[in-house]
């Protein structure tokens, strides 16, 4: 926590985003306490999209309205001021005081820091592939067609010896594998310097 200056008035909060220009990056406990509860990643995301500052009392709406699962114009009088009144309280002041948000609790305004972007990462879920990986059943594609010719070789249907079969086999993994590893880039290797 930000300790009061000298230059501050009696029971006046310092700022915390003047204070803190000159700390270091918050901790990963830092961050994790900061973002265990769900209204104070949902004054985040709120904030995120915001352009400037915004009235606390749209803030604690739409964080009541999320929280509910309905419109800012369905929500009980008692539903905003359970949020407001938490918001005003507890989760400004300590998004405040660790820099996070500008927190004006006298004119009721709320505003994102700079060092708000340090939380997105851990705000945003993580990105999921566009896609299934293809190369397993590409693998497994492999190894049906290599054991069908393998038993028609086995069969006698087809007139190969079982020597050349399995060049052919190793063959075909050796194309798969190198495909697999050219897509992924793995034959890039960084040199040192």
Same mark, same amino acid.
């Given at each position: 926590? /930000?300790?009061?200056?000298?230059?501050?008035?009696?029971?006046?909060?310092?700022?915390?985003? #003047?204070?803190? #220009?000159?700390?270091?990056?918050?901790?990963?406990? #830092?961050?994790?306490?900061?973002?265990?509860? &769900?209204?104070?990643?949902?004054? %985040?995301?709120?904030?995120?999209?915001?352009?400037?500052?915004?009235?606390?009392?749209? %803030?604690?709406?739409?964080?009541?309205?999320?929280? &509910?699962?309905?419109?800012?114009?369905?929500?009980?009088?008692?539903?905003?001021?359970?949020?407001?009144?938490? *918001?005003? &309280?507890? !989760?400004?002041?300590?998004?405040?005081?660790?820099?996070?948000?500008?927190?004006?609790?006298?004119?009721?305004?709320?505003?994102?820091?700079? !060092?708000?972007?340090? %939380?997105? +990462?851990?705000? #945003?879920?993580?990105?999921?592939?566009?896609?299934?990986?293809?190369?397993?059943?590409?693998?497994?594609? @492999?190894?049906?067609?290599?054991?069908?010719?393998?038993?028609?070789?086995?069969?006698? /249907?087809? +007139?190969?010896?079982?020597?050349?079969?399995?060049?052919?086999?190793?063959?075909?993994?050796? /194309?798969? @594998?190198?495909?697999?590893?050219?897509?992924?880039?793995?034959?890039? *290797?960084? %040199? +040192?310097?």
């Amino acid at each position: 926590m /930000i300790g009061r200056s000298r230059t501050d008035a009696v029971g006046e909060s310092p700022r915390a985003s #003047e204070s803190i #220009e000159n700390s270091a990056d918050l901790s990963l406990d #830092e961050i994790y306490h900061l973002l265990q509860t &769900q209204r104070r990643r949902d004054v %985040l995301r709120y904030l995120r999209t915001a352009d400037d500052r915004v009235r606390l009392r749209d %803030l604690a709406e739409q964080v009541a309205a999320w929280e &509910q699962e309905t419109t800012v114009d369905n929500l009980t009088s008692d539903e905003r001021q359970r949020v407001y009144i938490s *918001l005003y &309280q507890s !989760h400004l002041p300590k998004l405040d005081n660790h820099g996070i948000v500008d927190y004006d609790k006298d004119r009721g305004w709320v505003e994102p820091t700079p !060092h708000a972007k340090q %939380l997105r +990462p851990y705000l #945003e879920p993580p990105s999921q592939p566009a896609s299934p990986p293809r190369w397993p059943r590409r693998y497994a594609g @492999t190894i049906v067609c290599c054991g069908l010719g393998l038993a028609a070789v086995t069969a006698d /249907i087809v +007139p190969i010896t079982g020597l050349v079969a399995a060049w052919i086999i190793l063959v075909a993994f050796a /194309i798969v @594998t190198s495909a697999h590893a050219w897509s992924t880039d793995a034959f890039d *290797l960084e %040199l +040192p310097n």
